[in-house]
Nanobody, 120 residues
Framework: QVQLVESGGGLVQPGGSLRLSCEAS????????MGWYRQPPGKPREVVAT???????DYADSVKGRFTVSRDNALTTVHLQMDSLKPDDTAVYYC??????????????WGPGAQVTVAS
């Protein structure tokens, strides 16, 4: 079993910054990728950024240049530094891990989410 926990959410003014963290624990043979997703109120969940084991990061166009992903080499800890936040960034942010439990079996795991609210 794999557990993910997000932390660092909260209320911030437009133009401010927040840093989200995600830690994975449990039965982990190999973490293939980690990702950050968000779900604005009343809207579908969307990808924010993903990173693979080699360190390649893909950002959504809406956050490019403002958000930055960092992580440890095993991808068991990832961070999302969010700068120049806008009201449209308001959403529940989720951490997702694609984890191999052995050499041939994998599953996606999701954290419970962290609320980020950007407002004056």
């Amino acid at each position: 079993q794999v557990q993910l926990v997000e932390s660092g959410g909260g209320l911030v003014q437009p133009g401010g910054s927040l840093r989200l963290s995600c830690e994975a624990s449990g039965t982990i043979f190999h973490v293939a990728s980690m990702g950050w997703y968000r779900q604005p109120p009343g809207k579908p969940r969307e990808v924010v950024a993903t990173v693979n084991r080699g360190g390649s990061v893909d950002y959504a166009d809406s956050v490019k240049g403002r958000f930055t992903v960092s992580r440890d080499n095993a991808l068991t800890t990832v961070h999302l530094q969010m700068d120049s936040l806008k009201p449209d960034d308001t959403a529940v942010y989720y951490c997702r891990a694609r984890v191999y439990s052995n050499r041939v079996e994998w599953d996606d795991y999701w954290g419970p989410g962290a609320q980020v609210t950007v407002a004056s």
